[in-house]
């Protein structure tokens, strides 16, 4: 009995301590199973290319309305709508009939006051040696040189007239000022046209310029970090093809803003050798300010935002998971720029964000940074 005793007691302890030790590895397992995987980006400063994105509108670098200098029948009309003209391109023909007449009728006028200085001329030259040897009186010689002066000053007059008679004439045919895109006729042949009127438009587009309207803060910003005196940008239409990009610089900043909106004038310049986009066009705007400058910056998809504002998950040095309030200096659709609440070094969470828990057990896995931006 004392045997078999001995041997129950001793397989029983067996068995017990078998138990024990199943029972240690299952909540091991179970332990093991409860800690979460999740993806972290660990922060360090870091060179992004900072772009802004407004919005904008284009204009014709020129805008020229074609207006007549002197009045008549309208003759001919010298272009096709529609198309480029180029500058001092011939355009319009106005009656010239009369400014031909009224030229002729200035120069013989000339001609006829040259003739009669001659003469006066010739009467002074003649009497001066008379009158200084006091055979003729001096009162004569002063008439006439009144006379020859007289002359001198009205043949001055006919060439100041004579001048603008040959303008009126060069004006009857109206020409393009600048190179660029012509519209219609706005006067059918035959019309009479007065000084000023309008003939047509030309519009230089080839250059466009972009205006758009920054609040303060953000132009700020461009002053402040810009690396190049003219920032470049990109424009895309809205609307239309968003794979189509025109490139061009910043090239005008207003010196105060407008103070019912916070807002300042800012106006690009871009290249529209093709004439792809029209004036007029409603754009998006990528202004490309720096990417020179080191900094911590984080997606917009890994943030989340409560009453304090703007927060992130990090992971913590007891692997558990904890809220950061965020600082920002400034945020796009691409990237936000953090001013204060993380540090290099610090673990961020960038997935499963609302599954999370405070104080959580978690094991990060190191993922590619979720930023993706390229400079110009």
């Known amino acids: 009995m004392t045997t078999k005793y001995i041997l129950t007691m001793t397989l029983l302890s067996t068995l017990v301590f078998f138990q024990a030790c199943s029972d240690k590895e299952e909540k091991k397992i179970e332990v093991i199973q409860k800690t979460t995987q999740v993806k972290i980006n660990t922060i360090k400063k870091q060179n992004y290319a900072i772009w ?31 198309t480029k003209v180029t500058k001092g391109q011939a355009l319009f023909q106005i009656d010239d009939s009369e400014y031909k007449i009224t030229l002729l009728q200035k120069e013989a006028t000339l001609n006829k006051n040259k003739a009669s200085l001659k003469l006066a001329s010739a009467n002074v030259n003649r009497y001066k040696p008379l009158v200084k040897k006091e055979l003729a009186p001096k009162e004569k010689l002063d008439e006439l040189i009144a006379k020859q002066e007289q002359l001198q000053a009205q043949i001055s007059a006919d060439k100041a007239i004579i001048k603008q008679a040959k303008l009126d004439l060069e004006y009857t045919l109206v020409k393009a000022p600048i190179k660029g895109s012509i ?39 461009i002053k402040k970090y810009k690396s190049e005196k003219y920032p470049k940008i990109k424009v895309i239409p809205q609307n239309a093809n968003k794979n189509l990009e025109l490139y061009g610089n910043l090239d005008f900043i207003d010196t105060i803003s407008n103070e019912s909106t916070g807002t300042v004038a ?15 066009t409603f754009v998006d705007i990528k202004l490309f300010i720096s990417d020179k400058i080191p900094f911590i910056a984080l997606s917009p998809k890994i943030i989340s935002r409560n009453q304090l504002g703007a927060y992130v998950y990090i992971i913590n040095e007891e692997n558990s998971i904890e809220i950061r309030q965020l600082e920002i200096t400034y945020s796009n659709k691409d990237l936000v720029i953090i001013k204060k609440g993380l540090k290099e070094g610090d673990k961020v969470i960038i997935s499963a964000i609302n599954k999370l828990k405070i104080a959580q057990n978690v094991e990060g896995i190191e993922s590619p940074n979720s930023i993706d931006i390229k400079g110009l």
Do not use: C, H, W
């Open 52 to 82: 802004v994105n407004f919005s904008g509108k284009t204009q014709a670098s020129k805008n020229v309305s074609i207006t007549a200098k002197v009045q008549g029948e309208l003759k001919k009309i010298l272009f096709t709508p529609g």
């Open 183 to 221: 519209g219609k006729a706005l006067l059918d042949i035959g019309n009479m046209i007065n000084n000023n009127t309008v003939l047509a438009n030309i519009v230089q587009s080839d250059v466009l310029y972009v205006n758009f309207n920054p609040s303060a803060n953000e132009v700020s910003l």
């Open 266 to 280: 800012l106006r690009a310049s871009i290249n529209n050798t093709n004439n792809i986009l029209f004036p007029g």
